[in-house]
């Protein structure tokens, strides 16, 4: 039987939940494989028939509207239907019948980079899926991902398709228009979908109140990286973080993390825009209250200067 676990993208949540030896449902696992950065369309496909055949079957609580109701209730039919479309899709993007142009985006760990990833584009288009693909540069870093957009003649977006960095098709992608409702909905409305319980947020999580901790695939340019001080932090609950604003130094705003792919971040390599954190981190891991994230974000800004103000000279105290 697979270890499904193998699946999570974050070494740190993958450790936690071996070690408490956490058994996944279908609709969980089905889940583990879909978001898996490092596995080919090829062995999602067969870990999903692996899971119709060794896990037992459950509801998928999706909420989507148009996802047909023997979908919404069996994550064994679902899979079937979804392992199917993402053949038709996988042909539909391999056809060659009509000319096409293809853009190429990749996400790179750029050389000497150590937490951030970055999300780079291939303005000109190609003739060839093969063209694209020979564009992304093999020396600037460790490539995550590559994904390929298939546009007609027109300009219009038809298919796209993720690709691992041995050019291994990853997944497929559609256009909301490419596909009828009742596909769209069956394309996005359970493994993709965010929400109430969201799939993601059922997973026991290693982290506390306190921890600092970053996203790798969050942006340098947003949100300051994605590093942050975890807050509320519950399984089958909308976890918070206080985030640092790139827009007004030393101000915070609560968000929503995605821990799944969240490692720890070392405090000695907060740099000085992140003086705040140590502070907050303090106060969080002393007191274990709950408390309300934007609220307490309120009040971290609008007394900022007093937490932050320069320690006084030990002669001037006086």
Not at 58 to 64: G, L, Q
Not at 113 to 119: I, L, S
Not at 137 to 153: A, M
Not at 259 to 278: A, G, M, N, Q
Request: hydrophobic share 35%.
């Amino acid at each position: 039987m697979i270890d499904f676990l193998k699946f999570v993208n974050s070494d740190t949540v993958r450790n936690h939940l071996r070690q408490i030896r956490y058994q996944p449902t279908a609709l969980e696992a089905a889940w583990l494989a879909w978001q898996c950065e490092t596995i080919s369309l090829e062995e999602k496909c067969a870990s999903w028939l692996e899971i119709i055949e060794t896990l037992p079957d459950c509801p998928t609580y999706s909420r989507t509207m148009g996802l047909k109701a023997k979908y919404r209730d069996n994550t064994h039919t679902f899979l079937r239907a979804y392992i199917a479309q993402q053949k038709e899709l996988t042909t539909a993007f391999y056809q060659t019948d009509e000319s096409a142009v293809y853009h190429a985006e990749y996400q790179i760990l750029p050389k000497g980079e150590r937490f951030w990833r970055e999300y780079r584009t291939i303005e000109e288009g190609f003739p060839t899926l093969e063209s694209a693909l020979k564009t992304i540069p093999k020396i600037e870093g460790d490539i995550i991902r590559i994904t390929i957009y298939k546009k007609n003649s027109k300009g219009d977006f038809l298919t796209s398709a993720r690709f691992l960095p041995d050019h291994r098709l990853a997944f497929v992608d559609a256009h909301p228009g490419y596909l009828d409702n009742d596909k769209w909905a069956l394309h996005t409305g359970v493994l993709r979908y965010r929400g109430i319980p969201c799939i993601q947020n059922n997973f026991p999580s290693p982290f506390h109140p306190g921890d600092i901790l970053y996203n790798p695939n969050m942006p340098k340019e947003l949100f300051s990286g994605g590093v942050f001080v975890a807050a509320e932090i519950e399984p089958h609950h909308y976890p918070s973080g206080f985030f640092l604003r790139n827009d007004k130094p030393d101000r915070i705003l609560s968000l929503v993390p995605f821990l799944p792919d969240c490692e720890y971040y070392p405090v000695t390599s907060l740099t000085k825009p992140y003086r705040i954190f140590p502070l907050i981190s303090k106060f969080l891991k002393r007191n274990h209250t709950a408390l309300n994230p934007q609220a307490f974000a309120d009040f971290i800004n609008d007394h900022h200067d007093l937490f932050l103000s320069p320690a006084v000279p030990e002669n001037d105290k006086s």
